[in-house]
């Protein structure tokens, strides 16, 4: 089961039988990592909601694991900012107020500037053509109106970008921030029309990055993440119903 912030139980999902590639049959990676990143899949897919908490037992019993990969996981999950473990209390999913959300976007719109200049400056062919392939997922994504499927290829190419910019400290940086937002950006994409829309920012953002504008494409991210943040805005505001939007 899990606990939401209230106290209230809430079944953890059953989720589908075991792929091939699941935690089983990984022998050679670190079961901490792959715990990790299974429960970081969850969370980034809306499986285990904001402000819920975390079941250490039940965990390990759907993903065929002991406790002790999941409680290192569960560390590794605080540092990089999805759950946040309170004392005497357990973990839960970390859910952010929009007043720092706003911050955290105010800090993602000048490290991406920084990243799309540097990446206008040195990204191969190749790696243009690896951005393009994400960049025509989200396309796909569009074409379907599948908000998970484009929400994962942005996700993808943003990391991407930061990446290819080749700071260790910024990456690290970067993938903490977004973490943190990551209740805000699914729900910003969610939003009638707002699919088409980032889109095209994205197509835009890549050719100037393949056409080596480094100031033109810095400025494309640069306002690509505040009309994120207006986005998100739009989608927390109360309509006249006083429902989300």
Request: glycine share 8%; proline share 4%.
């Amino acid at each position: 089961m899990l606990k939401t912030g209230n106290g209230q139980s809430t079944p953890v999902p059953a989720g589908p039988p075991p792929r091939p590639h699941t935690i089983a049959v990984l022998q050679t990676h670190s079961l901490p990592g792959l715990v990790q990143r299974e429960i970081e899949r969850m969370i980034l897919a809306g499986e285990l909601t904001a402000g819920a908490k975390l079941n250490e037992v039940a965990i390990a019993e759907r993903l065929g694991v002991s406790r002790g990969p999941v409680r290192e996981a569960f560390r590794a999950l605080e540092e990089s900012g999805l759950v946040r473990l309170e004392k005497n209390r357990g973990v839960f999913v970390r859910q952010i107020a929009v007043e720092e959300a706003d911050e955290i976007y105010e800090v993602r719109a000048v490290l991406d500037e920084f990243v799309g200049r540097r990446v206008a400056q040195k990204a191969s062919a190749a790696e243009i053509k690896t951005l393009r392939g994400l960049v025509d997922r989200m396309d796909r994504s569009v074409s379907r109106n599948d908000v998970d499927g484009y929400h994962a290829a942005n996700l993808e190419f943003h990391d991407a970008l930061v990446s290819l910019a080749g700071n260790a400290k910024l990456l690290a940086t970067y993938r903490k921030l977004v973490n943190e937002l990551h209740l805000y950006r699914r729900a910003t994409l969610a939003q009638s029309g707002a699919l088409p829309v980032s889109a095209g920012e994205h197509h835009d953002i890549l050719d100037k990055i393949a056409a080596g504008q480094s100031a033109a494409a810095g400025r494309a991210l640069f306002d690509h993440v505040m009309g994120s943040r207006e986005r998100m805005h739009r989608a927390t505001k109360p309509s006249r119903n006083g429902k989300k939007r």
